[in-house]
C-alpha cells in the first residue's frame, strides 16, 4: 500500500513524505529492499523493480535539486534573517533525510553492479547505468551548494556536513567523478564542520575512502599535498585514538593509513619535513597496535611506521621534547610482532606490507641502534 501511495503522489509535499518513509524502510529493512520484486500497480500495469528503483532516485534527485536551490537562497540571498531561522532549519532536516536516503540507493547499485550480496531482484544494468548518470549529476550540484558556501565563506552547518557525506559516500565507489571540482573543494571540505563541531574531524572522515584511492596514483598525491591535507589526515588518524576509552573504528584507521602510505610511496622525491605531526602520528600507531593482536593492524600500523622511521634519525627523534625511549621501545616490539607474523599465502596485501617492512628496515636499522639491538634479539631480518 505505502508503495502504491508512493506512486500516486504528485503534490511535492506528499513525494517528499513518501521519500523519508523510503529512507525509514531501506533503515530498517536494509539497502536491498528498495530492489525486492514488488507488484505495484500503477494505472493497471505493473511497476517492474527497475522503474520503481528510478522512479524513487529521480523524485529524491529533484527534491534534493530544490531543497539545494531554496537553502542556497535562504541563507545567502534572503535579507529577512530573523524570519527564516526555522524554515532553514526544516529544510536542512530535510535534506539530511534525503541524502540518507540517496545514500542508500548508492550502496545498493554498488552492490548490484559488484554482484555482492544477494538482491532478491536483479537491476538491469542499463538501470544501473541510468541511476549513476543520475547521482553523478545530482553530486555536482552538491558540489556547486558548497561552492557557493565556500563563495560566502561559510564552513560551519549541518547541511555542509551532510552535503560532505554524501558526496564521500558517492566518491568512496566512483573517486575520480567530478574530478575537477572536488580537487578544487577538497581544502574547503576538510575544513567543514557540523553545527555543533570544534572540528572538521568528520568531514575528513568522510573523504577518507576516496583519499585512500586516489593517492594510489601521484596526481592525487600532489592535489593532497598543495595545501597540507596529508597532515590533516594525520591529525585525523590521531584523534581517532584519542577518543577517551571509546572503540577505536578500525575500518577508518586502515583508510587513514592507507592513505598515508600511499601519500608517502608516491611522494618520494619531495621532501616531507619531520615535525611534530608525523611523532603524534607514530604515536598514535604505538597506541593502535596495543588495542589488538589482530594481524592486519600489526602489519599496517608496522608498515606506517617503519616508512617513518626511514625519514629521520633515533638520535633526531630522541631530542624531541615529545618522543622518548619507552615510545622507541614500543615501536621495536611493533616491527618484532610484524616480523614474526606469518602471512597466509593468498594475502597479497600483508605479503606486501612485510616486504616494505624489511626493505625499510634494513635502510635504517644502522641509524637507530637501540631499536636494531632489540629486534634482533628476537628475530634475523
Known amino acids: 500500500?505505502?508503495?502504491?501511495?508512493?506512486?500516486?503522489?504528485?503534490?511535492?509535499?506528499?513525494?517528499?513524505?513518501?521519500?523519508?518513509?523510503?529512507?525509514?524502510?531501506?533503515?530498517?529493512?536494509g539497502e536491498d529492499w528498495l530492489s525486492e520484486d514488488f507488484e505495484v500497480q500503477d494505472n493497471q500495469n505493473v511497476l517492474?523493480?527497475?522503474?520503481?528503483?528510478?522512479?524513487v532516485l529521480e523524485s529524491a534527485r529533484v527534491e534534493v535539486a530544490v531543497l539545494l536551490n531554496e537553502l542556497a537562497y535562504l541563507k545567502y540571498e534572503s535579507s529577512k534573517i530573523s524570519q527564516t531561522d526555522e524554515a532553514i532549519s526544516q529544510k536542512q532536516r530535510n535534506l539530511a533525510i534525503l541524502f540518507s536516503l540517496i545514500e542508500r540507493i548508492i550502496k545498493m547499485i554498488?552492490?548490484?553492479?559488484?554482484?555482492?550480496?544477494?538482491?532478491?531482484?536483479?537491476?538491469?544494468?542499463?538501470?544501473?547505468?541510468?541511476?549513476?548518470?543520475?547521482?553523478?549529476?545530482?553530486?555536482?550540484?552538491?558540489?556547486?551548494f558548497l561552492q557557493d558556501a565556500k563563495d560566502?565563506?561559510?564552513?560551519?552547518?549541518?547541511?555542509?556536513?551532510?552535503?560532505?557525506?554524501?558526496?564521500?559516500?558517492?566518491?568512496?565507489?566512483?573517486?575520480?567523478?567530478?574530478?575537477?571540482?572536488?580537487?578544487?573543494?577538497?581544502?574547503?571540505?576538510f575544513s567543514i564542520e557540523g553545527q555543533?563541531?570544534?572540528?572538521?574531524?568528520?568531514?575528513?572522515?568522510?573523504?577518507?575512502?576516496m583519499l585512500s584511492q586516489i593517492t594510489m596514483e601521484v596526481d592525487g598525491c600532489r592535489t593532497l599535498a598543495s595545501f597540507g591535507g596529508h597532515k590533516a589526515v594525520i591529525d585525523c588518524l590521531v584523534k581517532m585514538t584519542e577518543q577517551g576509552g571509546m572503540t577505536i573504528d578500525n575500518g577508518s584507521m586502515f583508510?587513514?593509513?592507507?592513505?598515508?602510505?600511499?601519500?608517502?610511496?608516491?611522494?618520494?622525491?619531495?621532501?616531507?619535513?619531520?615535525?611534530?605531526?608525523?611523532?603524534?602520528?607514530?604515536?598514535?600507531?604505538?597506541?593502535?597496535?596495543?588495542?589488538?593482536?589482530?594481524s592486519s593492524v600489526t602489519m599496517t600500523a608496522s608498515c606506517l611506521c617503519v616508512m617513518l622511521l626511514d625519514m629521520t634519525s633515533e638520535k633526531f627523534l630522541l631530542?624531541?621534547?615529545?618522543?622518548?625511549?619507552?615510545?622507541?621501545?614500543?615501536?621495536?616490539?611493533?616491527?618484532?610482532?610484524?616480523?614474526?607474523?606469518?602471512?597466509?599465502?593468498d594475502d597479497s596485501e600483508q605479503f606486501k606490507q612485510k616486504q616494505i617492512i624489511v626493505s625499510g628496515y634494513k635502510r635504517w636499522a644502522d641509524r637507530f641502534p637501540r631499536v636494531k639491538d632489540v629486534v634482533e634479539q628476537h628475530v634475523s631480518v
Open 110 to 144: 554498488s552492490n548490484a553492479s559488484s554482484g555482492e550480496g544477494a538482491p532478491i531482484h536483479t537491476i538491469r544494468e542499463s538501470t544501473i547505468m541510468q541511476a549513476i548518470t543520475g547521482l553523478n549529476e545530482t553530486i555536482n550540484l552538491v558540489l556547486d
Open 196 to 209: 555543533d563541531e570544534s572540528s572538521s574531524f568528520y568531514s575528513i572522515c568522510f573523504m577518507l575512502p
Open 152 to 189: 560566502h565563506g561559510q564552513w560551519k552547518g549541518d547541511d555542509l556536513l551532510a552535503a560532505a557525506r554524501i558526496v564521500g559516500s558517492y566518491l568512496a565507489e566512483a573517486p575520480y567523478a567530478c574530478k575537477e571540482k572536488t580537487g578544487n573543494l577538497l581544502e574547503f571540505i
Open 255 to 294: 583508510l587513514a593509513c592507507d592513505t598515508i602510505i600511499n601519500f608517502m610511496s608516491n611522494m618520494k622525491s619531495v621532501h616531507i619535513p619531520v615535525d611534530y605531526c608525523f611523532i603524534r602520528l607514530l604515536k598514535a600507531l604505538v597506541t593502535w597496535a596495543g588495542t589488538t593482536d589482530a
Open 48 to 55: 517492474s523493480v527497475d522503474k520503481f528503483v528510478l522512479l
Open 1 to 29: 500500500m505505502m508503495l502504491k501511495c508512493f506512486c500516486c503522489c504528485s503534490v511535492s509535499s506528499e513525494k517528499l513524505h513518501a521519500l523519508l518513509l523510503a529512507e525509514c524502510m531501506m533503515s530498517i529493512l
Open 319 to 345: 631530542s624531541c621534547s615529545h618522543f622518548d625511549a619507552n615510545i622507541l621501545g614500543s615501536l621495536s616490539e611493533i616491527i618484532i610482532r610484524s616480523l614474526q607474523q606469518d602471512i597466509p599465502d
